[in-house]
């Protein structure tokens, strides 16, 4: 039995999640559901990161206590676990004590690579990252499009340019693979423009007392990345009195996965490598990163008020429907688009009058006939879903694509049905074979789906056991 990690990044919890999120979760999701039905034995893990400058900003301009603030909206995260069917196995929350304990034992286990002096450097907020000159966009942060701020502070570094040969060693020769191949260069590309040490800390003053106290120095809280990037590890135990879960599924695991999106990409790729050479810890293989989600066009904003929630999608069109749009639309290495016209041609297309349709109409002429669907599927049909099989093997984690190879059984079938016309066929064994088809395909097609659309699947298997027929997705 193989051991399997699998993580979402953590997100800041200053605003509730938006659909971006439920693509992260659902796409990690995904990995680890197709892990546990090739018999792997899977971590899966999520949570949030409440330390963040920008969450105590935010909690101040609702005049509410940040630990309150925080509290709320790491709610509205947790509880996509049921609204989006997220099957986790952890969530951690870095304010708590078992996150703390793990940072600041990660801290003192880079020791030597960290070292203090005085600063002067621009700092967004909003990415929680210094930024040089060089950087900006019209002086501007080139992702939030505001000028970042002139911070003048002594604060801890990190010397992140004595990792910078093996950093470039490993991703180039793929010991730790960033898909897709563009992301990859990205990073060359970054680390090849010369690394530079980064800082790792800021005054317990500027971080309003909240954060995590730097080890031995409780004027000053960690980087909020430093502490967050540490997640992955503690929540396996590293820094407690249990540290098995660590060995198990980490340091003695060669399938770690990361799934992030490109925004965060150097947080991963750069800075989470080098804490961990430094610390003598053993590295992710896998870093999946995804794109963005624009809402007909545009970047998801709140001052344009197109921030697409996804439990209110979920409660207008079901968990399936959201899930399946996410994985089929949205190209999975890649960015995508939302508008509600898109969604609705998707559902009605491929769910409502796909599969859907498929299902139920098979089930009404086999109760309709009284048909006994006991033959052998004919070449054909093994055939194609053998060939569909295949395919998933050599490219799953293309999520659209895989998807997209799914319903091809149900364009087969679709296909096969007008082309038979069994509601006017009354040979009984010609019935028998033609339905046999079917149903071995629409069993498959419901396996193959487990680890895209769980529910769906149950559902599929269920009404083939029964023969009792209800709509996957009513028609909108």
Known sequence: MKKVFVSTSIPFVNASPHLGHALEFVQADVIARHHRLLGDDVFFLSGTDENSLKNVRSAENTGEEVSDFVYKNYLNFYNLKDSLNISFDDFIRTTEKRHSDGAQKLWNACKKDIYKKKYSGLYCVGCEEYYKEDELVDGLCPDHKVAPELIEEENYFFKLSDHQDKIKELIEKDEVKIIPQSRKNEILSFINSGLQD???????????????????????????WFDALSNYINALGYGSNDESKF????????????????GINRFHSVYWLAMLLSAGITLPKTLFVHGYITVDSQKMSKSLGNVINSSELVEKYGIDAVRYFLLREIPALGDGDFTFEKFEKRYNSDLAGGIGNLLSRTIAMINKKNIVFDREPEVRFLNKVQEVE??????????????????????????????????????????????????????????????????????????????????????I
């Open 198 to 224: 980064f800082c790792i800390s800021r005054t317990s003053e500027r971080a309003r007392g909240w954060g995590i106290d730097v080890p031995q120095d409780s004027s000053q809280k960690m980087w909020v």
């Open 247 to 262: 060995l198990e599924f980490w340091q003695n695991n060669d399938f770690k996965i990361h799934v992030i999106g490109k």
């Open 390 to 475: 295949d395919k998933l093997k050599d490219n799953f984690i293309q999520f659209n694509e895989s998807l997209s190879e799914i319903w091809e059984i149900v364009s087969f079938c679709d296909k096969y049905i007008e082309e038979k016309k069994p509601w006017t066929v009354d040979d009984e064994n010609e019935n028998k074979i033609i339905f046999s088809n079917i149903i071995y395909s629409l069993k498959n097609v419901s396996r193959m789906l487990k680890p895209f659309l769980p529910e769906t699947a149950d559902k599929m298997e269920e009404q083939i056991k029964t023969l009792k027929a209800e709509p996957l997705f009513p028609r």
